[in-house]
């Protein structure tokens, strides 16, 4: 419930700080006091936007603060989700700057107005001229149908289910299209794959054959050049073979005299043994060494394939050639599994769907039971507000595609007199009518739904007399199960609260300022006297005043 409002610098507000109470609250005022602004300044801390012209002094910025006492809402699961300090007396502040930039925060936590507004939907119902045209909205009505039904669970499960039968919808169109798109290309991706498929590449292959190529290509000059090695190696005066043998035999023939000539002859010991070996492998790969025309022109023809492919598909590797080749597969799969893959897809839609139509066969089915429940309770308040004839023809259909909140498509028909025929409710139904229809709608549901408070502004239009009489008795019926505001002109509604509060204007050092106050028994006696007979109170005004407040 609304435990309390302070408003600082909005409009003709200055400072307004106000505590409230449950049960039933009256707020009166003449026209033009503000009551308006009142609920315009409430309005920001339920997530409106901001309005810098609203500022009463522009070179300062606007606060409003309320407080909720929301300890029995279960909103624990909202503040966690949000990532917000539950408090039991939560606390909701706007701030508007004079550059027009505003804030809001929850519990000093700074938040946004999309957060806010789904908040003040679960703690505060404003009810307007305005919404009362929510009667012939149709979403408005399934709304109250649904309440009484209890198909909360169920279109919560329906609408998650609808979100995933929208997403394979999506899929499988994309993928029907995609088939047909790459259908088109399936020869010659086909080519291009086998192509790639059959030339067998190897990452480092490129480079492989080049060096090979290098070498065939230079058979005869690798082949003299070892031939000469292996002279010069070999020779039996002058090789090196020979020489280095006798360079050792000198060495080891004094190397048992000193250490130092022992490590030499060692080392050269080394050396002899590595030229023997590098002769042995120069000899082995001059023997390797053969002209092969045929190679060569097998290798070339290898690395113009390479060359060509690469060309081909603009690439600069083989390793991006074998890129491509895996990309050619997976179109070639495509369209080759197509037929599989989308018969996948569509049998996730159609267990989707088949979900889907349970649910939705389930909430209309709720929606058959509840209609002439909802249909008697409110042709029974409407008899006590003065529309003994008023009926109600609710008529509900199943369509075959799925909407958003079910299959099924409402139509609302009334008839406000005895032998009057059905007629559309925004046709038919005068704005004294729609007000008592609201009305009893908002007291049915207040059964229903758990909302902590309900403001009524000005719901008794069109009305007077013992209807706004009775109105007033549903309205504080209502006030036992939740917090009850009205917004009146009428004092039949107004002497039916437990505290009245009244909106005026007042000159304060030359300015005017709206003010709200709670009044007392005596004052509360004056004012309903005034709203009864004018400023010129009479006796007879006093007394009914006094009757009304019993």
Request: hydrophobic share 35%; glycine share 6%; net charge negative.
């Amino acid at each position: 419930m609304l435990k309390s409002l302070s408003i600082k610098n909005y409009a003709l507000i200055e400072s307004l700080d106000v505590e409230f109470n449950d049960g039933f609250s009256i707020i009166t005022g003449e026209t033009g006091a503000g009551k308006s602004i009142l609920l315009g300044a409430l309005g920001l801390v339920l997530g409106k936007r901001a309005d810098v012209t609203l500022l009463k002094q522009k070179e300062n910025k606007c606060i409003v603060e309320a407080a909720f006492s929301i300890n029995d809402y279960g909103l624990e699961t909202f503040f966690e989700k949000e990532d917000l300090d539950y408090e039991s007396e939560t606390i909701i502040r706007r701030e508007v700057l004079p550059s027009g930039k505003s804030r809001a925060f929850i519990n000093d936590t700074p938040t946004t107005l999309s957060t806010l507004n789904i908040l003040s939907s679960k703690l505060i119902d404003v009810h307007s001229q305005h919404q009362t045209l929510a009667l012939s909205d149709t979403k408005f009505q399934f709304k109250i149908i649904d309440a009484l039904a209890s198909n909360y669970s169920e279109l919560e499960s329906y609408k998650r289910g609808l979100s995933i039968y929208k997403k394979l919808i999506k899929e499988f169109d994309k993928l029907k299209s995609n088939q047909e798109l790459e259908s088109q290309q399936y020869e010659y991706n086909l080519f291009l794959f086998k192509e790639l498929e059959t030339s067998a590449l190897k990452i480092d292959e490129q480079e492989e054959i080049e060096k090979s190529l290098q070498v065939l290509n230079n058979v005869e000059l690798i082949k003299l050049s070892l031939t000469e090695a292996l002279q010069i190696a070999d020779d039996e005066e002058h090789g090196i073979v020979n020489l280095t043998h006798l360079f050792k035999s000198k060495l080891e023939g004094i190397s048992s005299l000193s250490k130092d000539y022992e490590i030499l002859t060692n080392r050269i010991e080394s050396v002899f043994i590595e030229t023997k070996d590098i002769i042995q492998e120069i000899e082995l790969e001059n023997e390797s060494v053969v002209y092969s025309p045929s190679e060569i022109e097998r290798l070339n023809d290898r690395l113009q394939l390479v060359y060509d492919l690469l060309k081909k598909h603009e690439v600069n590797s083989i390793k991006d050639l074998l890129e491509t080749q895996e990309s050619l597969n997976l179109k070639v799969d495509l369209v080759e599994n197509s037929s599989r893959l989308l018969k996948e897809k569509q049998e996730e839609i159609n267990k989707t769907t088949k979900g889907l139509n349970s649910l939705a066969k389930a909430i209309h089915k709720k929606r058959k039971t509840t209609i002439p429940i909802l249909t008697k309770k409110l042709e029974s308040i409407l008899s006590t507000l003065g529309m003994e004839n008023a009926r109600f023809n609710f008529i509900l259909s199943m369509e075959d595609s799925f909407l958003t909140n079910g299959k099924d498509v409402l139509e609302l028909e009334f008839s406000a007199n005895k032998g009057e025929n059905f007629g559309s409710l925004k046709k038919v139904a005068s704005g004294g009518e729609l007000s008592r229809i609201m009305l009893a709608i908002k007291s049915i549901l207040s059964n229903y739904i758990k909302l902590p408070t309900i403001i009524f502004d000005e719901i008794d239009t069109g009305v007077s007399g013992e209807i706004s009489n009775r109105m007033g008795d549903v309205m504080r019926k209502m006030s036992e199960n939740m917090q009850v505001m009205s917004i009146t002109h009428l004092p039949q509604i107004a002497g039916k609260g437990d505290q009245h509060y009244k909106v005026y204007k007042e000159e304060v050092n030359g300015k005017i300022k709206t003010q709200l106050r709670v009044l007392n028994s005596e004052e509360r006696i004056v004012e309903l006297a005034e709203m009864l007979g004018g400023k010129n109170i009479s006796d007879s005004a006093i007394a009914h005043a006094k009757e009304l407040l019993g």
